[in-house]
């Protein structure tokens, strides 16, 4: 057991060297220009006293900016490096954690990243962010949303699946649900809720550090396996 905790680490280390989480592009900001992916606030502590907890991931992948799928990837990749950086930071090393709200709103086939890419993404989650994750709350699936659903469960871990949770369509029942994980406060205006934040992509990415479009594909030679 020991030995495969090493090999784990060594594994993550070499991901995190060569495919550089922390790293955007400039095809990777236009990706995501209108905020298909990104972290905002945290989930409520839940016993008294506690303070920093979850980061809350929000995806809504009808607003992508569809450019290459290689670069939603890292969208998406790059969103969770900084919402586990930004739960540790908050919780002073303790947490290091993530939930997950995902609004189907608008998302089309035309829209859908290849299940090729899906599953270099999921892999990735699996292999590097074991333990972040919370819970993932879907809301406004529609059909393709739920087909996405179906592809993606017969290739997660039963660890992970039993982590999705379909939101009621009843307004009143999703709002409750929302509560509960997210916090009154962090509901969005776009959910019904009284958040104003608006995602603006030059202040979102304004302290990452940004690379080129072709050296963020450097990894796809030097990590096969997670292309």
């Known amino acids: 057991k020991g030995c495969n905790s090493e090999v784990a680490l060594a594994h993550s280390l070499e991901f995190r060297e060569k495919f550089k989480p922390w790293a955007v592009t400039p095809s990777t900001m236009k990706e995501n220009s209108n905020g298909s992916i990104f972290h905002h606030g945290f989930s409520p502590a839940f016993n008294e006293g506690e303070n920093g907890q979850h980061s809350l991931v929000w995806i809504r992948p009808g607003r992508r900016v569809k450019v290459d799928d290689i670069f939603t990837t890292r969208a998406y990749v790059n969103a969770l490096e900084q919402a586990v950086t930004a739960s540790l930071v908050n919780s002073g090393g303790r947490v290091g954690k993530f939930n997950v709200v995902l609004d189907g709103h608008n998302f089309s086939w035309g829209l859908m990243p290849s299940l090729h890419q899906l599953k270099v993404f999921i892999t990735i989650l699996q292999d590097h962010f074991p333990d972040r ?5 879907l809301t406004n ?27 009621p369509r009843e307004e009143k029942l999703r709002r409750e649900m929302l509560q509960a994980v997210v916090g009154t406060a962090n509901i969005p205006k776009w ?10 992509v030059n202040t979102y990415y304004s302290n990452s550090q940004v690379i080129s479009d072709e050296e963020s594909k450097e990894y796809t030679k030097m990590m096969p396996y997670h292309t």
């Open 133 to 137: 994750l919370g819970i993932i709350l």
């Open 191 to 200: 959910l019904g809720g009284r958040d104003p934040f608006e995602f603006d």
């Open 141 to 167: 699936l529609g059909r393709v949303g739920e087909f996405v659903v179906g592809v993606v469960k017969p290739i997660i871990s039963e660890e992970v699946r039993n982590k999705i949770v379909v939101l």
